[in-house]
């Protein structure tokens, strides 16, 4: 349900402000587009958090019904040993984990916000950027081998009736090799890239592509179009092997007959 940006972050402040009440914990961290990427933050927007807890406290805060403190709940789900999901009345949907505070320097915070800290908090530890992703020509060869066996097997699929395994080897698994293809040739750039979800913000960063991708991804009944939109893609920008090329349009045309 849309929310307004304002509203999110009353609302992970009324969160910190029950955690902050507990006594059982160090910090509450935001994170994603309500922690330092708050410039992304808007209405379709979710709330991710941590919270770190005091030695042998953190038990009380890994079942999301103590966010019921902070706003009514209608749902939660104990998604990991760490955390939950949780929907509250409002419509606001927020997941969350919570870890000891010696856990900090193992924790992913490439994107953490101090929302709220008890005064012996002793900071988030040093986060080293993020390493330049490295592409080298076997990692090359080997996205665009998977890209073209994907689209093979998904056509094999598809045409005796596997239809839900045939989107994802073709809709699926070969299109995330050809967005890596993609992002090595610097057509996807990684400013705004996730790197837990290659395939977020796509729309944003290569609006070019982005128009590619109703033909590349067009849904249950299409994989036999998108198999060959993504070929015809392949071999625009990479070495395709001809081998191949006739082998996927081959295994196309079989399914028209």
């Known amino acids: ?14 969160i910190a402000g029950v955690v902050a009440n507990s006594g ?9 587009s309500v922690g330092r990427e708050l410039q992304r933050l808007d209405r379709w927007s979710d709330l991710d958090f941590f919270v770190i807890a005091r030695t042998g406290e953190v038990g009380r805060f890994l079942d999301g019904a103590w966010l019921a403190q902070a706003a009514p709940l209608t749902f939660t789900f104990r998604n990991t040993s760490d955390g939950a999901k ?29 929302v709220w800290a008890a005064p012996d908090f002793p ?23 998977e890209a073209l066996t994907n689209l093979l097997v998904g056509l094999g699929r598809y045409g005796r009736g596997e239809r839900l395994s045939a989107m994802t080897f073709v809709q699926g698994y070969a299109l995330g090799h050809v967005l890596a293809l993609a992002a ?31 033909a590349f991804a067009p849904g249950y009944a299409g994989t036999p179009q998108a198999a060959l939109a993504l070929l015809a893609h ?8 001809p081998a191949m090329s006739r082998a996927i349009r081959a295994a196309a045309q079989a399914l028209e007959e």
């Open 1 to 14: 349900m849309p929310t307004a940006p304002e509203t999110l972050l009353t609302r992970l402040n009324a």
């Open 24 to 32: 059982h914990a160090l910090a509450l961290l935001g994170l994603g």
């Open 86 to 114: 949780v929907l509250f009345e409002d419509g606001i949907y927020a997941e969350f984990a919570a870890f000891e505070g010696s856990r900090l320097p193992e924790l992913p915070l490439m994107s953490a916000r101090v």
């Open 123 to 145: 900071g988030l530890p040093a986060v080293p950027p993020a390493p330049l992703p490295t592409h080298t020509a076997e990692t090359h060869a080997h996205h665009l081998g």
């Open 184 to 214: 090595a040739r610097g057509a996807l750039p990684t400013a705004g890239a996730d790197p837990f979800s290659p395939e977020r913000r796509v729309e944003a960063r290569a609006p070019g592509l982005a128009t590619q991708l109703p």
């Open 234 to 241: 392949l071999e625009a920008h990479e070495s395709v092997p």
